[in-house]
């Protein structure tokens, strides 16, 4: 089970709390790292995103030591990473809210598997968003057997 994932984004603070809105959630600062915000779903799981500032990197330290953040200036937007999330909100609230911010929102397939909402946060990182209508078709994907049968899994 995921509980956290971090990004790097242009605005951590008003990211984060667009991102609170999504789960109904809270945002906070991210201790340790100036500048950055932490979205909280405020769930059993401790569900969480942290938002940090573009350029942030994490970087493994000297042996036996934790890691280190750094800064890498030429950072890239776009990134192969990004996450599949729950939201209680319905999927016209999530168009709005992409519609506000000026962020592309949009429904779509994946191979015929399943349906979600593409929300790309600064128009640069994918977030897929599963709001209610569409959670049932995904966690009946998910479930062992199915897997098993869909990708012939032993």
């Given at each position: 089970?995921?509980?956290?994932?971090?990004?790097?984004?242009?605005?951590?603070?008003?990211?984060?709390?667009?991102?609170?809105?999504?789960?109904?959630?809270?945002?906070?600062?991210?201790?340790?790292?100036?500048?950055?915000?932490?979205?909280?779903a405020m769930d059993a799981y401790?569900?969480?995103?942290?938002?940090?500032?573009?350029?942030?990197?994490?970087?493994?330290?000297?042996?036996?030591?934790?890691?280190?953040?750094?800064?890498?200036?030429?950072?890239?937007?776009?990134t192969a990473t990004h996450v599949?999330?729950?939201?209680?909100?319905?999927?016209?609230?999530?168009?709005?809210?992409?519609?506000?911010?000026?962020?592309?929102?949009?429904?779509?397939?994946?191979?015929?598997?399943?349906?979600?909402?593409?929300?790309?946060?600064?128009?640069?990182?994918?977030?897929?968003?599963?709001?209610?209508?569409?959670?049932?078709?995904?966690?009946?994907?998910?479930?062992?057997?199915?897997?098993?049968?869909?990708?012939?899994?032993?």
């Amino acid at each position: 089970m995921l509980h956290h994932v971090s990004f790097a984004v242009r605005d951590p603070h008003h990211v984060a709390e667009v991102v609170a809105e999504l789960w109904h959630g809270k945002i906070m600062p991210f201790p340790g790292h100036a500048g950055s915000f932490i979205a909280l779903a405020m769930d059993a799981y401790g569900t969480a995103i942290e938002f940090l500032p573009k350029g942030s990197v994490l970087k493994p330290a000297a042996s036996g030591e934790s890691s280190e953040w750094g800064q890498e200036p030429n950072s890239t937007g776009y990134t192969a990473t990004h996450v599949n999330m729950a939201v209680p909100i319905s999927e016209a609230e999530i168009y709005a809210i992409a519609t506000r911010e000026g962020w592309r929102a949009v429904r779509s397939g994946r191979q015929g598997l399943l349906e979600l909402i593409e929300f790309w946060i600064e128009n640069e990182i994918m977030l897929e968003l599963m709001p209610p209508n569409l959670m049932e078709g995904y966690q009946s994907l998910v479930q062992p057997e199915n897997l098993k049968a869909i990708f012939n899994l032993e």
